[in-house]
């Protein structure tokens, strides 16, 4: 396998495809210029903050609440989920939502919720090392992750699939890849399941899917692999330039990743996430955010409270 830690210059490419995904937003406004995709703040919720909520037995909340704010972790760079205005830094998207409608269960306005970007090789050590109060980023909930933090929820269902260029012919599903040089993300769990299950493709591994989509705009890649609610992101985002094939081909269930002895931090984010479920401001969220790009809103999966850790 190949990996990357980091791009020594930009590509020109790197230029085009974030002009790509730049210049709707531009335009907008512009006379004949096609409508904005993207959430208007008048459609996402507003979550209705809980007053003297306390949490005694969580160190984690008890921090944050002398600190005055949460700092969550998320992703910057994946359209309708985790994305960073480069212009304000404001964060938006499902996940930056879900973090949002926690956030005002435990006490906190999530106007003050601080993000951080972490990418998901370093999501482990920064909520072990106390870089983060939880993080909300396409982190799949696993037996061998549990080892090492806590998860909430889920909060949704993704599986693993496959993006390529538009003009490709040869990849119909993960079963065409052998001797195909094919992208992810290095500590993540569809790199790890393409290296297991498909060992005849050339992994890739960068720090993130964007520089993987990079490299697959500019021919360094045959295709890029990760979940389809990121996959599908980035296909919305440029259809005439990228499409995702087949079907998928793992069950991802995303959990708010928390540091694992903070067992009441983890029951209280269950507890908030499907009250928020119940309300409406999940479904709400999910269409303003997700759900642009073109998958209605399912049922969210029931939360999982398991045991606490020893
Ligand atoms: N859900 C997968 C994971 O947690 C892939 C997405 C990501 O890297 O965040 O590894």
Redesign the pocket.
Known sequence: MTTRRARSRPRLTAVLFLAALVLPVAACGREGSPPVKGPRPEQLPVYRVATGFQLPGSSVWEAARRRGHLVVGA?EDQPYLGEKDPATGTYSGFDIEIAKMLAASLGFDPKTVVFRTIA?ANRETALQNGQIDYYV????INDLRKRQVGFAGPYYI?GQSLLIRKDEKGIDGPQDLAGKRVCS?A????LQRLQREYPRARAVAYDT?SICVDNLISLQVDAVT??DT?LMGYAAKAPDVLRVVGRPFSR?P?GIGVPRSDTALRLALDDALEQHEKNGDWKKAYDATLGLSGVPAPAPPPVDRYPAAR
């Open positions: 992703k998901s980023g396409t982190y799949t993704a993300a500590g993540s769990t569809p899917y990760t979940d990121i991802e995303y």
